[in-house]
């Protein structure tokens, strides 16, 4: 999710100022996404140069409010009506870390895989203890996206542990194997 798109949906209930954003940010999110002052003002300033808020006259305490312009309010609509692509995503850290590890010499790829697995079903644990105590049904889809990811991991996890019993390393090649013979190497 765009900070961006989070921001005018929190508009959309009706005008804010920076910190207010926040705070609603973070508690829409269940604090799972804590955001930087700074970043939301930036995204603000971003929001309001492309004309999708305007910032209103400062209240009394000093507090600038921005709200949803009609051209936001369009752009939120095609947010909400478009899926998130799987590209969209940050790029899978685990599977990157996996996949060197397979590759990378003296690395005991199914000790990685159990420290993931434990740390994946801790966290599963705490997040399905955390949901007898939510009743805010935002909150408790935050919660429940979460523990399928958890239990995805898990499953996936198990799915490369019973793959490293399959796999056969392939032989070591020397770096410089691809090279013709007569070819100098650099040193």
């Not at 955001?35 to 995204?43: F, K, S």
Request: proline share 7%.
């Amino acid at each position: 999710m765009s900070v961006k798109h989070g921001l005018l949906a929190l508009l959309e209930r009706g005008p804010m100022y920076g910190y207010q954003l926040r705070a609603a940010f973070e508690s829409s999110t269940g604090g799972t996404w804590p955001l930087n002052i700074g970043q939301v003002y930036t995204t603000l300033s971003r929001l309001e140069r492309d004309e999708l808020v305007r910032p209103l006259p400062e209240n009394e305490t000093g507090q600038r409010p921005f709200e949803i312009t009609d051209l936001g309010h369009a752009e939120l609509a095609k947010w909400f009506a478009s899926p998130v692509s799987r590209s969209d995503r940050p790029r899978d850290e685990l599977a990157i870390k996996l996949a060197l590890a397979i590759t990378t010499p003296g690395v005991d790829v199914r000790a990685v895989v159990q420290t993931q697995r434990g740390a994946a079903m801790r966290t599963l644990q705490e997040y399905t203890r955390l949901k007898t105590d939510v009743g805010d049904l935002p909150w408790l889809l935050v919660l429940d996206s979460m523990i399928f990811q958890a239990e995805a991991e898990v499953r996936w996890l198990d799915h490369c542990e019973a793959s490293l019993v399959r796999y056969e390393a392939p032989a070591a090649q020397p770096v410089d194997a691809d090279l013709p013979r007569d070819a100098e190497v650099p040193r």
